[in-house]
């Protein structure tokens, strides 16, 4: 145990020191608060997941304090962090592999199969790498709607919105940033990073912080004018309860 704190400690002030590094822009601070978030809410697990993946929870986003507004579509945040703290912090595949897979939505165990530092893992290491993976991806998607949920919207009254992704959501499948057409449209966007979730823990998570309540609710603000909207944003929000057992 005394090694998984020592790692932690050193991880926390990794990143510190590279966020001092950083140009200490807007989106490096969102970014490191959503790290520390993403640490506090480990902590709803035990205590062992939390030693034991403390240090790629903390580091997986490390990679977006090297990100511009401008190449923010191109740029492999989660490649350069991988690439980052192999060279300058660690050689662990428990803390790398997590971080290089956690935005691959939909391919991650395709890809991590045939990543070569996963093959020459034992059957025990690639377990506990497993269980990072889905971990890391869990806590991202969670703090990542905790944070919409906290954000003032700028556009109340919502006309419009893309079917496409409430579809998804009923289908069990994700959405792109493409399809956001509006605010409602990034909730349902980020609503469907409820199908991404592997641990029934998580889920718990989500129903004692109400963090689909939150976002709902401003769905609802947005469409009070709407009936047809808001009766079908009420029919989502049940459809969400019931599955998700929320």
Not at 48 to 59: F, H, T, V, W
Not at 62 to 85: P, V, W
Not at 157 to 181: A, C, Q, T
Request: charged share 30%; proline share 1%; net charge positive.
């Amino acid at each position: 145990m005394f090694i998984e704190i020592n790692c932690l400690i050193k991880a926390k002030k990794y990143l510190d020191l590279k966020y001092n590094e950083s140009s200490k822009n807007n989106l490096s601070k969102i970014k490191y608060d959503h790290l520390i978030d993403c640490l506090n809410i480990l902590k709803y697990y035990n205590i062992k997941n939390y030693l034991c993946y403390g240090p790629a929870i903390l580091l997986h986003d490390i990679g977006r304090f090297y990100e511009k507004d401008s190449d923010s579509l191109k740029f492999d945040h989660a490649e350069y962090g991988y690439n980052l703290l192999k060279a300058e912090f660690t050689n662990d595949p428990l803390v790398l592999l997590p971080i290089k897979y956690h935005e691959e939505d939909t391919e991650w165990r395709r890809l991590i199969n045939i990543d070569s530092y996963f093959l020459n893992c034992s059957k025990k290491q690639k377990e506990k790498i497993i269980k990072g993976c889905k971990l890391v991806r869990d806590i991202d998607i969670i703090s990542n709607m905790k944070n919409l949920g906290r954000q003032n919207l700028k556009n109340w009254k919502v006309g419009i919105i893309n079917e496409k992704i409430i579809d998804n959501l009923y289908n069990d499948r994700i959405s792109v940033k493409s399809d956001i057409l509006n605010e409602y449209d990034e909730i349902s966007y980020i609503l469907c990073g409820l199908n991404l979730i592997s641990y029934n823990r998580s889920l718990k998570y989500i129903k004692k912080e109400k963090v689909v309540d939150k976002l709902i609710n401003k769905q609802l603000d947005m469409v009070l004018e709407n009936k047809k909207l808001y009766d079908s944003t009420i029919e989502l929000y049940k459809f969400i309860k019931v599955k998700f057992k929320l």
